[in-house]
C-alpha cells in the first residue's frame, strides 16, 4: 500500500501511515486487489468514518459493475477501466476487450484507490505527481479532483480503441460485400457484434455512476448552501473546475459511447447490404435462366413434334427437312433474343449504367464550347 501526501508545494510518498490528518494537504491511499482491506483501519483512526462491509465487499469483486454509492461519511465509485484490447486473432476478425474495476473511497481529506496491481493510469498518475514534486505541474487541489484525473484517464484508453475497431469493421464490410467470396463465418461476426454490445452497456454503467456522482454532489452542495452549512463530509466543495472536470469527463464517456453506437449501425447496414447483394445476384441469375429457358421452349416445342411417331409427317423425309427445321430454329432465337434484347431483358443494371455514362459523355463533348 502507497501512502501520498498531496500538498499545495508537491506531493511526497509517506514511509508510515500517520496516525492523524496532516495539518495541511490530504491522503492519497493506494492500494491493490490483495490489500483491499489494509486501508480501512487507518483511514476510519484519520478521518472517524465508518466503511461498511457491503461497500468492502464490492470493492473485493472483480466482477462488479462501474457503481456510484454515497454515505454521510464518504462516496464510493466502482469504475470498470480497460485492461487490455487484444487485436485481430490469427484469422484476423474476431477482438475481445477485457475490462477490471477500480474502486474509489472518497473522504475529507482523503482518497483511497483499489485496483490492479499492473494498473497503468494509477501507477502512471502516482509517478508523474511524485515526478511533479519540484513545482512543475500543480498537483490536484482535492481528493476529488485526483479522481477525476484517473477517472479521465481511464476513459481516454476507451477513446483509442475507436481507430482499431474502425479498422476490424472496415474489414467486416470488405468480407461481407466482396462478390468474388461469399461470406459464412457468421459466427465470428456475431461475436463482434456482442463484443460492441458488452461496450455499449460498459459504457452505459460508466456514465451512470458519473452522473449519478455528479448529481448527488450538486444537490448536497445545493442542500447546504440553503441551510448556510456546509455538509460534513464536505459535500459542498464543487468548485467550477471540478464541474468542468466532470461534464469533460461525462462528454468523453458519450463520445465512446456514440462511437460504438455508430459502429453497430454500420455493421447492420453492412449485414443488410450483403443480404441485399446476394439477393440481386440471386435475381439476376434468375434473369438469365429465365431468358435461357424462354429461348428454348419453342425449340423444344419444334423438336417435340418433329420427334412423335405417326407413320405419315410432313417434311420428315424430305431432304432438306432437317435443314429447314435448323434453319427455322435459329431464326426463332435469333428473333427472340433480338425483341429481349430491344425491351431490355438481357441488359443488366451495371450494364444499363454504362450506357448512360457514355450517352452523357458523348453529349457533354457536342455540345458547343462558348
Known amino acids: 500500500m502507497h501512502v501520498l501526501l498531496v500538498q499545495t508545494q508537491g506531493v511526497s510518498e509517506l514511509a508510515a ?29 484519520i478521518t472517524g468514518a465508518t466503511v461498511f462491509d457491503d461497500h468492502l465487499l464490492n470493492a473485493e469483486n472483480r466482477q462488479h459493475p462501474s457503481h456510484f454509492d454515497a454515505t454521510p461519511d464518504y462516496e464510493m465509485i466502482v469504475f470498470r477501466g480497460l485492461a487490455s484490447a487484444d487485436g485481430p486473432t490469427a484469422d484476423g476478425r474476431r477482438w475481445r476487450i477485457q475490462t477490471r474495476p477500480t474502486v474509489f473511497f472518497v473522504f475529507t481529506g482523503c482518497l483511497v484507490t483499489v485496483r490492479a496491481p499492473d494498473s497503468r493510469t494509477v501507477t502512471g498518475m ?25 477517472l479521465n484517464g481511464m476513459v481516454d484508453r476507451y477513446l483509442e480503441l475507436r481507430q482499431p475497431l474502425t479498422e ?25 457484434r456482442d463484443e460492441l454490445r458488452r461496450l455499449e452497456q460498459l459504457c452505459e454503467e460508466q456514465l451512470d455512476a458519473i452522473q449519478e456522482w455528479r448529481d448527488e454532489r450538486l444537490e448536497q452542495a445545493r442542500v447546504a448552501g440553503e441551510q448556510g452549512a456546509q455538509h460534513p463530509s464536505g459535500y459542498a466543495v464543487q468548485t467550477d473546475p471540478l464541474r468542468i472536470r466532470a461534464s469533460d469527463l461525462i462528454e468523453h464517456v458519450q463520445r465512446v459511447l ?4 455508430r459502429l453497430e449501425a454500420s455493421i447492420e447496414s453492412a449485414v443488410q ?25 419453342p425449340l423444344t416445342l419444334i423438336t417435340g413434334i418433329f420427334g412423335m411417331n405417326f407413320e405419315v409427317l410432313p417434311g420428315a423425309h424430305a431432304a432438306t427437312g432437317f435443314w429447314w427445321t435448323m434453319a427455322a ?10 425483341w429481349f434484347r430491344a425491351r431490355r431483358f438481357l441488359n443488366s443494371p451495371e450494364r444499363q449504367l454504362r450506357r448512360r455514362r457514355r450517352v452523357s459523355a458523348s453529349a457533354s463533348q457536342k455540345e458547343p464550347r462558348a
Not at 476490424?168 to 463465418?185: K, N, T
Not at 456514440?258 to 453506437?261: E, G, K, L, P, T
Request: contains cysteine.
Open 17 to 45: 501511515t500517520p496516525d492523524q490528518a496532516p495539518a495541511s494537504g490530504w491522503l492519497w491511499f493506494d492500494c491493490d486487489y490483495d490489500e483491499a482491506r489494509a486501508w480501512v483501519e487507518p483511514v476510519s483512526r
Open 126 to 150: 502516482r509517478r508523474r505527481l511524485l515526478e511533479a514534486a519540484g513545482g512543475r505541474q500543480r498537483p490536484p487541489e482535492s481528493p476529488q479532483a485526483l479522481m477525476l484525473r484517473l
Open 168 to 192: 476490424q469493421l472496415e474489414r467486416w464490410q470488405r468480407m461481407l460485400l466482396d462478390p468474388g467470396r461469399p461470406f459464412s463465418d457468421w459466427y465470428a461476426l456475431l461475436e463482434s
Open 258 to 261: 456514440n462511437h460504438v453506437r
Open 273 to 297: 447490404l450483403h443480404f441485399s447483394a446476394t439477393a440481386h445476384r440471386t435475381s439476376e441469375i434468375m434473369r438469365v435462366l429465365t431468358t435461357l429457358s424462354a429461348v428454348f421452349m
Open 329 to 338: 430454329m435459329a431464326a426463332i432465337a435469333c428473333g427472340l433474343l433480338a
